[in-house]
């Protein structure tokens, strides 16, 4: 972490902090404003005071409680204050740690993945935890047609604290995809999971009309609590607007471990936010703010804590579009853009060019291929000239590139208005190109057309995102190979058999289920590495930059973050580190 002295704000900043706060109504200027005054005191070690965050979310009616369906108010990372998974992740050892599993072993002949569970757990209606609700979690997910079904096909009680799965398909995945779900409870969702398996003792599946019309019944559900096994907890009486807010969960085995009286979250993006933090209010924001901006919050004393980039912004290629569909045009848009530039461009501090064009983060290239095999498409014009020479392209003597038709090969480059690191990302890429003879424009379009244009097809190039916080190369290459692309109606329009000069011809759709089969990693090594030598030599999109992101902190002002750093080596997104330092007692109120 960087420390910075403070200083006093100026009076520009100062009355737009004032004037930002008016719009967060509901939650108080104070944090610790919201503990009830009706609620007994805590018990445990926390203060009075909270840890404050942010996340956006849906209010209802639009949001609602249902964990499961789109909307719901789970506050990302946050859930695993109110609902914890089995066990938390720390990519430093690739371990898990127990939370509400004690153990967990694969049987000798890799048939059965076993857990067994604590047996001091309950929910904070007075039920103990038990198996029936990790039963329950699973049922509920194989009805949403989760990937974990992909490689178990039971889930079996064998006593209140021990839970069998039985493993279909062997793979490393398991763990993850067991371990870190967070649980929920037979009381609220046990009458679906009790549905989902009578329609499988009965041979029903998800193709059948029962199936669908109870995923139907499934998807308008709406539980009016939201159970907790976690030391904190998710009334919805304590949600509105502006922030919800977290109240100790006293119940909880984690009750005397947690520091924090309460957690609240407050609604809302950077510039709901900024005001806030203006303010001195907030100890956590994992949302990206311009340089300048960064600079005023350190300024003000803030630490900013900056992590290794798993993922970042890539460009996507349209091969229905002539010309490209043809490898050589790809490779020399490659050449062309210089992704140290527009890194340095996008988001300052932050963003970095990517090294290796595999479709993975930089370290994770590093961790799972051997990159002597890869091209890493240094900027060379020379070098993308005589490519798209050799795919059939001319430059004329206006200095302008034209197809063998004769038309003048232009593109247009799609990118969400409200990025703002992306879209100074697109103009300096869109003039680079245009620069090289390769008249480029950019469409600003909404962010939430940006999935939907890509899988439809409705562009030419586009910004999007590439990589993983999670720790299996796998995650990836599911957006760009599988979900904008083979499960699109028209997507990348690219192959996923190609012809490599690395390799011959590979089958890409095999390779993935390769790169996850088993328990041995270093056999699904050799499957990632020719995914991500195919990536890079046929170039079906470009990773431009990756982020490493800054997240602000108020360790030293507000909080006190403890000394173990290896916790920042996990994605904030998915294996965030505050959540898992609040849970185990490292993280608490300055002294």
């Known amino acids: 972490m960087k420390r910075s002295a403070r200083s006093i704000l100026s009076g520009v900043l100062a009355a ?5 706060l008016m719009l967060l109504p509901g939650c108080g200027q104070n944090p610790s404003s919201t503990t009830d005054p009706n609620a007994s005191a805590p018990t445990g070690t926390a203060t009075e005071q909270a840890f404050v965050g942010g996340w956006p979310y849906s209010t209802p009616p639009t949001g609602h409680y249902n964990m499961f369906v789109a909307n719901a108010i789970e506050l990302k990372f946050y859930r695993e204050l109110h609902q914890l998974p089995l066990a938390t992740y720390v990519a430093e050892t690739d371990t898990y740690e127990p939370m509400l599993a004690e153990s967990w ?26 198996s029936k609700d990790v039963w329950t979690t699973f049922m509920i997910y194989r009805l949403m047609a989760n990937p974990v079904w992909d490689y178990v096909d039971k889930v079996t009680m064998v006593s209140d604290y021990e839970v069998e799965f039985s493993v279909k398909t062997p793979t490393t995945l398991l763990l993850r995809y067991v371990l870190r779900k967070p649980m929920v409870d037979y009381l609220t969702y046990g009458s679906y999971a009790e549905q989902v398996q009578a329609l499988l003792d009965a041979g029903k599946d998800e193709e059948s009309a029962e199936w669908k019309e109870l995923s139907n ?3 308008v559900f709406r539980p009016e609590i939201v159970n907790a096994t976690g030391p904190y907890y998710l009334d919805p009486a304590n949600v509105n607007e502006s922030c919800a807010v977290l109240k100790k969960n006293e119940s909880s085995f984690l009750a005397d471990t947690v520091k924090f009286s309460e957690v609240i979250v407050y609604n809302g993006d950077v510039a709901d936010l900024t005001p806030l933090v203006l303010n001195g209010q907030v100890d956590f924001l994992t949302h990206q703010f311009s340089s300048a901006t960064m600079a005023t919050f350190e300024s003000m004393g ?4 900056q992590v290794a980039g798993v993922d970042g912004i890539a460009l996507y290629f349209n091969e229905a579009v002539e010309p490209l569909d043809k490898v050589e045009v790809r490779q020399a848009l490659a050449y062309v853009i210089d992704r140290e530039r527009v890194g340095e461009l996008a988001l300052p501090g932050v963003s970095r060019g990517t090294k290796y064009i595999t479709g993975l983060g930089d370290t994770m290239t590093e961790n799972w291929v051997d990159v002597s095999k890869l091209n890493n498409y240094e900027t060379d014009t020379e070098k993308a000239s005589q490519l798209l020479e050799s795919a059939g392209l001319t430059q004329k003597d206006d200095g302008q590139w034209y197809l063998e038709s004769g ?15 992306a879209s100074t990302a697109a103009s300096e890429i869109a003039q ?14 909404d962010s939430t057309m940006r999935q939907n244009n890509i899988s439809n097809g409705d562009y030419q190039i586009a910004l999007s995102f590439f990589g993983t916080g999670q720790p299996h190369p796998v995650f990836a290459y599911e957006t760009p190979l599988l979900v904008s692309n083979v499960n699109a109606s028209k997507g990348l329009g690219y192959s996923m058999i190609q012809d490599t000069e690395a390799y011959g011809q590979v089958d890409l759709n095999q390779l993935l289920i390769d790169s996850t089969a088993g328990w041995d990693v270093d056999a699904q090594k050799e499957a990632v590495e020719k995914i991500a030598v195919t990536v890079n030599e046929t170039v079906p999109y470009l990773p431009i930059y990756t982020k490493w992101s800054k997240y602000i902190t108020s360790n030293g002002m507000r909080t006190d973050w403890g000394s173990d750093d290896s916790l920042y080596q996990n994605s904030a997104g998915d294996d965030n580190f505050a959540v898992i330092k609040i849970l185990n007692g490292e993280l608490g109120p300055k002294a």
Do not use: H
């Not at 737009?16 to 930002?20: D, E, R, V, Y």
């Not at 569970?117 to 038990?130: H, I, K, N």
């Open 217 to 219: 019944d499934f998807s």
């Open 407 to 421: 038309k003048q090969f232009t593109l247009d480059l799609q990118c969400p208005t409200a990025w703002s690191d």
């Open 105 to 130: 072993e694969v049987s000798e002949d890799g048939s059965v993945f076993r857990v067994n569970l604590r047996q001091d757990v309950t929910w904070r209606t007075g039920e103990a935890f038990t």
């Open 16 to 20: 737009a902090m004032l004037s930002g």
């Open 432 to 445: 680079q190109l245009t620069t090289f003879g390769i008249k480029t424009t950019v469409s600003g379009i």
């Open 302 to 305: 803030y630490d900013m804590l």
